[in-house]
């Protein structure tokens, strides 16, 4: 009975691979036999596993059936959403909502007594900034981030998100200072001024532009403009640039924490929207960036709430 529970469990898991993009070599198969009944030609066996000698299999051996999925196929999956941030007339309408409010949020306020100066924060990416067009380029492309990032920093191409520039030159007027706290690197810095500058950014300088030195965590960067500012408003398009509790979380836990911190969104903190990247994505994978293109795939869709129509 043990013997024939162990042939099951075998022949059950042969049975899951034979059902996906994978072939196990059995006793007695050739190359040119598995490629007839699995639909496929030697050359294309060959092709996908590297093979060096087509005569040379091994029982046991896991042979992939389908083209191995690259980083180009998993980009395919950007194509909506960055569609969506570049063309919706609904992500403007978000965004000029968000810069609105946060006008309103402020002018309460400047009702109020305040001991230091009045200090917003903001990020920069998708906050200030839109690089959507970084995002589109690596689409059909076997590029993805940090390819070619710094390039498109220095090339100074991003453009503002509707509404920011408005609203932070509105804060420069009634005697409040904006700081800028992104992640981008120290190196990047001096274009990323630059780049803020040509849209009329108030307060594109040395001083207030904080990016990253040593650590991703802006806690840091926060804290030492809260010694002498009295922090207003917090703006940006990822949990972290508003808490460091959120840092490193799984998705429930980054969920959970937003429901408790309920009372922040739209009275301290304004979140603009990002569906392109974001660590809500590095938390579906377990903060494991170094999955393959396929595994990221796989493991994107088993994260998804699915229905469908029974047959």
Not at 235 to 258: C, M, P, Y
């Amino acid at each position: 009975m043990k013997k024939l529970l162990v042939i099951f469990v075998i022949l059950l898991s042969v049975s899951i691979l034979l059902a996906g993009n994978y072939y196990i070599v059995q006793k007695g198969d050739t190359l040119s036999k598995i490629a007839k009944e699995n639909g496929v030609t030697v050359e294309e066996l060959v092709k996908y596993n590297n093979l060096e000698n087509p005569d040379l299999i091994i029982v046991g051996q896991k042979l992939r059936l389908t083209p191995p999925y690259t980083q180009k196929d998993l980009n395919e999956q950007l194509v909506m959403a960055t569609l969506w941030y570049q063309n919706a007339g609904e992500a403007r309408a978000l965004a000029y909502q968000a810069y609105n409010f946060a006008r309103i949020l402020y002018d309460m306020d400047l009702k109020e007594e305040a001991t230091k100066p009045r200090a917003v924060i903001v990020d920069v990416d998708e906050t200030v900034l839109d690089n959507s067009p970084y995002d589109a380029g690596t689409v059909d492309t076997n590029n993805a981030y940090p390819i070619g990032w710094s390039e498109w920093c220095e090339a100074k191409l991003a453009t503002p998100i509707p509404g920011a520039v408005e609203f932070l030159n509105y804060v420069a007027e009634t005697g409040g200072e904006v700081f800028y706290i992104t992640n981008r690197n120290d190196s990047l810095k001096q274009a990323t001024i630059e780049n803020l500058k040509m849209f009329g950014f108030p307060f594109a300088d040395e001083k207030h532009v904080l990016t990253k030195s040593t650590t991703s965590d802006k806690e840091p960067r926060r804290q030492m403009v809260a010694e002498n500012y009295r922090i207003v408003l917090l703006i940006g398009d990822n949990l972290n640039d508003f808490s460091s509790v959120f840092r490193h979380k799984a998705t429930q836990e980054r969920n959970a924490l937003v429901d408790e911190m309920k009372d922040k969104w739209g009275t301290k903190f304004i979140v603009l929207p990002n569906p392109i990247y974001g660590d809500w994505e590095g938390a579906v994978y377990n903060y494991n960036w170094g999955l393959t293109p396929e595994e990221k795939s796989k493991v994107r869709k088993e994260n998804l709430f699915m229905w469908r129509p029974q047959k």
